[in-house]
């Protein structure tokens, strides 16, 4: 008999004997017993390492009410707030406003029909189920309640089941992933740095609590730094991604799973500490593009998020319309900030110290830069434009100068609402070398007379038709300062450092919690410049409106003066004399005449009166620039280009040029002073100008050979 192999050998069963043996051959587990399908033990097993499935029924039920809630809104909330944006990009279009305006209400009466509709559908079933469910829970026993709670039950785990795709993604081979507390890691662990979610809040690990962020070295450390932070702080937050890191400190986008980023924004300070950063290290922004996130920028201690931002271009004399746009400043995200204010009121709002003269003399240097605009310079208290005194046409600084400005201008833009159709210029005016804009700029509001208010206010409804433009800057935005509540109806506002109810003032009330944070800026002091000339601006043509923060650059003085007098020798703009003759059919307002009694005795004189231009320019200090050369005129600018000639000068100081003149022609000049010098040049060549250092001043006043000798 041949022996099988040891391989397929059938085991050999011992007989159970007095003194138990081994049993030989294959023991199998359970033998003897009864074996449960295995189909069971992987059911039981599921069924407890899910935990009874009861996290599967309260998702299925979250699930089911954002199902309802989508259904109930069904995107007309989102559809409301296109209309909104197409009524707001229609600005200046009267039909087209009007007509966005219509689909506003048109969707919004949708949307409350569609809610009533789904309301109702809700609560007609909610009823009849509810009564199906109390009849079948009364009448039928244990047994029906017992049988409706497992449904319930069963309906939950169905809806909330994990979604097989993702299962599937979940169980395939992943490549480890380091915890992110390890500060030593690589940046790869969550992929390439190219905008992709880098963490979300499920992938933070359990253990680990939030740590400075001077302890992030790469976009993962830096996703949890921030991440734990605003957990601790209690902001629902999901994700951070395209986090990037920049020269002066890091830039992450942040979306929230609820609510709007108002809530970053109202733990702003606390993340600085958490961060450990300096005040207003935290900048927050809002994205109107995606509801649910903000771009979040951290700033490191003693960065400047605006030091690699480019100087002001070189803009020669009449080198510019006022209709071009031209750059004033830089975002803090490192666009330009490019205006144009032709039929632009603005409206610049800055504490003592918070730069508004910087930025007046930034919007004036392009203003007079222009071809056809004419600067204006008003300021009751301060120097207004300062450096650009030379370029500006008329400088005023009394009340009285101020008022009597202020009424000719408005009179002005009276006359040419009436002239525009005889030019042939349509709605609005087209400004030209012949016919040019005017800019006002309007210094020190709040130190203003009650006259001088009124009259701006009234240029500001109607002189954005005519070109008349004012720029008003206060240091604050309220009522208290401006004297009316108009700081909402003016078309550009922009607000730099000041108080919480400046911004709301300026920009509305819930302006704060929509990512307008002016007040957040600090004003400078005696040895630091802080936030200076840091601007959040809305009303900007051709850009939308969104809180970011700016910076107005500061233009050197000497540049600033250097600019002026080339602008003055180039030749200031002066009115078009349509505008100038049009003005003497246009009634005065009421407030601004005398008062009789009934029979005609002057019971209260005129507050002001208004002026021709040559008077108002005599009033304040500007004299009238003619073409017309009196041949007194011409005698003296040749023998003071002669006398500089001698001296080897290119310039002289008023005082000196007369000394020299007197000293060259005692017979013709011995009486001459400076005033009767500057009062018979002024027709032919305008005003003396800065002259730089000089006979021992810093910074006086004279004139220049070159340009003596171009009106020759």
């Not at 003693?302 to 510019?320: E, H, V, W």
């Not at 046409?393 to 408005?410: C, G, M, P």
Request: charged share 25%.
């Amino acid at each position: 008999m041949t022996t099988a192999p040891h391989s397929i050998r059938q085991p050999n069963l011992s007989i159970v004997k007095d003194q138990p043996e081994p049993v030989e051959g294959a023991v199998v587990e359970h033998q003897g017993e009864s074996v449960k399908p295995a189909w069971i033990e992987r059911a039981k097993d599921h069924v407890l390492g899910n935990s009874l499935y009861a996290p599967w029924s309260a998702r299925g039920y979250r699930n089911l009410a954002a199902r309802w809630l989508e259904a109930y809104r069904d995107d007309h909330p989102q559809m409301i707030a296109t209309a909104k944006a197409e009524r707001q990009a229609a600005k200046g279009d009267s039909k087209a406003e009007d007509d966005a305006h219509d689909q506003v209400w048109k969707r919004r009466k949708a949307y409350t029909r569609h809610r009533l509709i789904h309301l109702g559908k809700t609560a007609g079933w909610s009823v009849a189920g509810a009564a199906g469910a109390t009849v079948g829970a009364v009448t039928g026993g244990l047994w029906i309640d017992l049988a409706m709670a497992i449904a319930a039950y069963t309906t939950g785990i169905y809806h909330g089941r994990p979604d097989p795709d993702a299962a599937v993604e979940v169980a395939a081979p992943t490549p480890p992933v380091l915890p992110l507390s390890v500060i030593e890691q690589t940046d790869n662990s969550f992929g390439p740095e190219d905008g992709q979610v880098f963490m979300t809040a499920d992938q933070l690990p359990e253990c680990g609590s939030p740590f400075p962020i001077a302890q992030a070295r790469t976009s993962q450390q830096l996703a949890e730094c921030v991440l734990r932070a605003l957990i601790a702080e209690g902001v629902p937050v999901a994700e951070v991604s395209d986090v990037i890191r920049l020269s002066w400190g890091w830039q992450c986008v942040v979306r929230v799973s609820e609510g709007t980023p108002e809530a970053i924004i109202k733990v702003a300070g606390d993340l600085e500490t958490r961060f450990d950063l300096a005040a207003n290290g935290v900048r927050p922004t809002p994205l109107k593009e995606r509801r649910a996130c903000a771009v979040l920028r951290l700033v490191d201690r003693g960065a400047d998020p605006f030091a690699s931002a480019p100087g002001l271009p070189y803009r020669a004399p009449k080198s510019m319309s006022i209709t071009d746009k031209f750059r004033i400043g830089t975002s803090v995200g490192g666009d330009p900030l490019e205006l144009s204010l032709a039929g632009v009121m603005g409206l610049w709002v800055a504490a003592s110290g918070g730069g508004k003269t910087g930025i007046l003399q930034a919007l004036a240097e392009g203003t007079t830069a222009c071809r056809d605009n004419i600067t204006i310079d008003l300021d009751p208290h301060g120097d207004g434009l300062e450096d650009l005194h030379d370029a500006v046409r008329i400088t005023a600084r009394s009340n009285e100068q101020i008022e009597a400005v202020l009424l000719f201008f408005l009179v002005m833009s009276k006359a040419r609402a009436r002239l525009r159709k005889k030019l042939g210029m349509g709605r609005k005016w087209k400004a030209s070398p012949e016919h040019p804009a005017f800019t006002i700029f309007f210094d020190e509001f709040p130190r203003a007379t009650d006259l001088a208010k009124q009259l701006a206010k009234a240029l500001l409804d109607v002189g954005r038709k005519e070109l008349i433009v004012l720029e008003i800057a206060s240091q604050g935005g309220q009522k208290g300062y401006l004297g009316e509540n108009f700081a909402q109806m003016v078309a550009l506002a922009g607000v730099g450092p000041c108080k919480v109810g400046d911004t709301r003032s300026v920009f509305g009330d819930g302006a704060v919690s929509e990512g307008w944070l002016p007040h957040r800026l600090s004003p400078a002091t005696e040895t630091d410049p802080k936030d200076a000339g840091h601007i959040y601006i809305q009303g900007v043509p051709g850009m939308p409106d969104e809180p970011i923060e700016y910076k107005v650059h500061e233009v050197p003085s000497a540049t600033l003066r250097k600019l002026a007098t080339e602008r003055l020798e180039a030749g200031l703009v002066e009115p078009d004399q349509d505008s100038l003759d049009a003005m003497a059919c246009v009634d005065l307002p009421e407030y601004v005449e005398p008062v009789y009694d009934i029979e005609g005795n002057l019971k209260k004189e005129a507050p002001v009166e208004l002026l021709t231009w040559e008077q108002l320019l005599k009033l304040c200090g500007a004299e009238p620039m003619s073409g017309a050369q009196p041949e007194a005129a011409i005698a003296v600018i040749a023998d003071a280009v002669d006398l500089m000639d001698k001296a080897g000068v290119d310039r002289m100081r008023t005082e000196t040029l007369v000394a020299a003149l007197v000293e060259y022609d005692p017979g013709t000049y011995g009486d001459m002073t400076a005033e009767s010098l500057k009062e018979l040049l002024a027709p032919a060549v305008g005003k003396p100008v800065t002259l730089g250092p000089l006979d021992g001043l810093a910074n006086p006043r004279g004139f220049k050979r070159d340009a003596l000798a171009r009106r020759l």
